[in-house]
């Protein structure tokens, strides 16, 4: 790859106000120029020819485009005829901006702008937003006409005709804002070189740590701890005088070991090739290289530790098995009786509620059946029909009893006072009697209506 870089992408650009002179002459001589002069390309690319023959398809909703091949000019829809291009400025309002974008001749390949089918791509995909950037206008207003010239003998470069189509570009540009247009349209036109850069820097990486690690260790003379880790960061932690040596001897190492040394040498110049490709300068700069610097110090390091003690590596340290949850306890009744109270709700419903209320108030004990609920099903034939009616009947009433309560508050507490009696009368089931049972639960029940 030649040696591209930040300068070999060259922007200029002009505004041309309204009522200025200058903006007569763009539409009587300049898009005419771009589109005529020897140089201008007027060769169909395959681009041109797919956008063709999909604006044929859609000619039945006015769309017709020029036919590729008998016009230089393009835009982001496709080819663009010299008449088209002088109606659609003359229509425009505000101001016009002209731009030149060029390379190097020698250039142009490794930045893909090398033929007129690279050039519309890069355009198409980056231009758009570029412009918005330097006109301070929405991208949907953004318009433009551009052509490739391949006249001059050092450099490949199109000519662009940029305006808005709802005339709110009207002033000049910005410099900030210019200035960030130029940025952008370099580091997309960068992007591939950037790439072979990093890879060519990750390359010349692999290759120093390389050629320390195939020192001789019989070569190396640095004094390890008896036993721990051999890593360069536990030195630096633990044992910051052994990785100071395990430094020193890297450096010994460079200066009589022409391999170790090129190798080096061949990162820290692919690194500042990648730090001159991203634009980087002063403190950010520094930064990205040190860090660089950093990251290579700590794998030639490692690098060399493993050298001199390939072996001391523990295996992987068994896993404890994991604890099992407890079979009993406060948190595991919690929990069962947040699971029967949210049971007993979804039975009861709030219209259970009400209705059960009534029914107590007229002194009836509400026939309520809780035999759908997982929950009572689990007690099985300890619990009788007439028990559970008991259970709700308490509870309700207890619920009743809590005055100011909302039917919510209500039918919360009942379910959750049910639920309590539900889990201490499972837990009795297993004796298998039905007094038992019926004592536990009306505990339960005594204790809700009390809390």
């Known amino acids: 790859m030649s040696a591209v870089g930040r300068s070999s992408l060259f922007v200029n650009a002009r505004v041309h106000l309204p009522g200025a002179k200058s903006r007569a002459t763009v539409l009587s001589h300049n898009v005419e120029y771009i589109a005529t002069r020897q140089g201008a390309d007027r060769a169909p690319t395959p681009d041109d020819e797919r956008r063709a023959e999909l604006s044929e398809r859609m000619g039945i909703a006015g769309y017709v485009a020029m036919r590729p091949g008998s016009t230089a000019l393009f835009d982001q829809d496709g080819a663009v005829s010299l008449a088209e291009a002088r109606r659609r400025l003359a229509a425009a ?91 952008a349209l370099t580091d ?66 460079g200066e009589c070991n022409s391999k170790v040394s090129e190798s080096l040498s061949r990162y820290e110049a692919a690194v500042a090739r990648c730090a001159d490709l991203k634009g980087l300068e002063g403190d950010a700069r520094a930064r990205y290289v040190d860090g660089a610097a950093r990251e290579m110090e700590s794998r030639r390091a490692n690098a060399l530790l493993r050298a001199i003690a390939p072996d001391r590596t523990k295996g992987p340290r068994p896993r404890p098995a994991p604890s099992l949850p407890p079979s009993d306890g406060p948190a595991r009744r919690r929990t069962a009786a947040r699971r029967l109270a949210s049971e007993a709700r979804a039975c009861l419903g ?89 004592s536990v639960v009306s505990r339960e029940l005594v204790k809700g209506m009390i809390m």
């Open 93 to 183: 309002d505000g101001a016009l901006s002209t731009w030149v974008i060029s390379v190097r001749r020698e250039e142009a390949g490794d930045l893909r702008l090398g033929d007129k089918v690279e050039w519309q791509r890069f355009l198409r995909r980056e231009l758009q937003p570029a412009l918005a950037e330097a006109m301070g206008v929405p991208e949907s207003s953004v318009r433009w006409v551009a052509a490739e010239h391949e006249n001059a003998a050092a450099s490949k470069h199109v000519h662009v005709i940029a305006y808005t189509c709802d005339g709110s570009f009207d002033r000049l540009m910005s410099p900030v804002r210019l200035a960030a247009a130029r940025r």
């Open 188 to 253: 997309s036109a960068l992007e591939p070189a950037v790439r072979a850069a990093m890879a060519e820097r990750d390359l010349a990486r692999k290759q120093a740590v390389d050629a320390v690690r195939r020192i001789d260790p019989s070569e190396i003379s640095v004094e390890l701890p008896p036993d721990g880790r051999v890593s360069y960061e536990h030195l630096r932690r633990w044992h910051p005088s052994v990785a100071s040596g395990v430094e020193a001897e890297l450096r010994r190492l």
């Open 350 to 438: 709030d219209g259970g509620v009400s209705r059960t209320a009534r029914s107590l108030e007229r002194g009836r004990v509400p026939e309520m059946d809780l035999s759908r609920c997982p929950g009572f099903k689990a007690l099985g034939r300890a619990i009788t029909p007439e028990i559970a009616r008991g259970m709700l009947s308490a509870a309700l009433r207890a619920a009743e009893e809590d005055g100011g309560a909302s039917t919510g508050d209500e039918a919360e507490r009942a379910a959750r006072v049910v639920g309590n009696a539900l889990l201490a009368g499972l837990s009795a089931a297993g004796s298998g009697n039905p007094g038992v049972v019926t």
